[in-house]
């Protein structure tokens, strides 16, 4: 499994925002459809919550990649 490492400027970054940013997903739309359909992980459990607030360490999966957060 590829996992990336994402830093980000700020206190945290929403879960639909990392998928988008990452580039895990093309669109803020296609970060909604999969993650209420249940196909990501944080920190290895099923999250739906499309606002999930992620930090530093959080590892956000979706389609066998990895993006762990860092923010600056």
């Known amino acids: 499994m590829d996992k ?17 940013y990452s580039g895990l997903c093309q669109t803020g ?3 909604k459809v999969v993650i209420q ?4 992980k944080v920190n290895g459990e099923v999250c739906e919550m499309r606002g999930k607030k992620l930090r530093t360490g959080d ?3 979706y389609n066998n990649e990895q ?6």
Do not use: F, P, R, S
């Not at 993006?67 to 600056?72: A, G, K, L, R, W």
């Open 37 to 40: 359909n249940g196909d990501v």
């Open 4 to 20: 990336k490492v994402i830093k980000v400027e700020g206190e945290y970054i929403k879960l639909q925002d990392l998928l988008k």
């Open 59 to 61: 590892i956000a999966e």
């Open 29 to 31: 739309g296609h970060a």
């Open 67 to 72: 993006v762990e957060v860092i923010m600056v």
